[in-house]
Each structure stands twice: as structure tokens, then as C-alpha cells.
């Protein structure tokens, strides 16, 4: 997620691309059945899927929470989050 222009798609970048064709097969279908309104309907749960895991298997949220503010949360990075927990409160 941190790494853009790195030469591959981070997370968020294939959310916001896979997405983005979604839209332009849509656009194309027309709403009618086609292989574009198929392809559209597969690049949604692509989509969906990847931002789901973005969130599922990653400590995004907990990262969040610990700049807003709250202390009772462990990060699950570092040796028993210890190092996160100092970075979190030097920042």
C-alpha cells in the first residue's frame, strides 16, 4: 500500500483500476446482456474482493485507529507490537 511507483500495482492501485474497468464495461454494455455486462459483473467481485482483503489481512484499520487517537489497540507489528506502539506515539 505504502509502495507506489514501485513498478507493480499496490492494493489500493488495483482496487482503483480494477474498478475503473468495471465502470468502462458497464458503460459499454449498455445494460444490455453481453460479454461486457459479464466482464463488468467479474471486475466488480475483483474489485470488491481486493478491498476486502486489503482490509481483512492487514492491520490498515488498527494503524487508523492508533493515529486517531486510540491507545488499547495492538497493531501486530514488531516484537509484541512494542515497536509499532513507539513509532505510533513519536508521530
Known amino acids: 500500500m505504502a509502495s507506489e511507483n514501485e513498478g507493480f500495482d ?8 480494477t474498478l475503473k474497468a468495471c465502470i468502462e ?3 459499454r454494455a449498455g445494460g444490455k446482456e453481453c460479454a ?17 482483503d486489503l482490509l481483512a489481512h492487514s492491520n490498515w484499520c488498527e494503524i487508523a485507529l492508533r493515529k486517531m487517537g486510540y ?4 497493531c501486530h507489528v514488531g516484537d509484541n ?7 505510533c506515539q513519536l508521530s
Open 10 to 17: 499496490t492494493s489500493t492501485a488495483c482496487i482503483r483500476h
Open 25 to 27: 464495461c458497464g458503460r
Open 36 to 52: 461486457d455486462l459479464f466482464e463488468a459483473f467479474r471486475l466488480l467481485g475483483t474489485g470488491l474482493h481486493t478491498l476486502e
Open 71 to 74: 491507545e488499547e489497540v495492538f
Open 81 to 87: 507490537g512494542l515497536s509499532f506502539i513507539i513509532i
